[in-house]
């Protein structure tokens, strides 16, 4: 299914919201030290301009950001709807509402489709 406000293609079964234990204003009130520590990670992984990445558990998008930056496309996935709300409301191009658990009963991700799985989750 395809979000047609942000284009996005969004899980047609999110979890719901009294299931999702995640708040992205706690997150970002409580976890901001996630993407100062996960920066160096993103160093790690050396993105290219011609790579496509999968980021699991992306959270909040703020190092999808930074790997949209430096490659050719970045589909960001977590399994919190509220999350990957902060990730698109951030610009996150291509967030998705998918358990990580469930990526083979993704085929569109888990095709290898991809040239590298980023997580600091």
């Known amino acids: 299914m395809v979000d047609t406000t942000t284009n996005a293609t969004t899980n047609p079964t999110p979890a719901p919201a009294s299931e999702d234990k995640w708040s992205s204003q706690m997150y970002s009130k409580h976890a901001s030290f996630v993407p100062a520590l996960g920066g160096p990670v993103v160093e790690l992984l050396a993105p290219q301009p ?4 999968l980021d ?3 959270g909040d998008g703020v190092l999808t950001l930074d790997l ?3 490659c050719q ?3 960001a996935i977590d399994a919190s709807a509220d999350m990957i709300d902060a990730a698109r409301r ?3 191009k291509d967030a998705q509402v998918v358990d990580g658990h469930d990526l083979v009963d993704h085929e569109e991700l888990a095709n290898g489709q991809f040239d590298a799985v980023f997580s600091s989750a």
Not at 50 to 53: C, Q, S, Y
């Open 73 to 75: 496309s970045v589909v």
């Open 68 to 70: 949209e930056k430096q």
């Open 50 to 53: 011609h790579e496509r990445i």
């Open 56 to 58: 699991l558990g992306a």
């Open 90 to 92: 951030n610009g996150c």
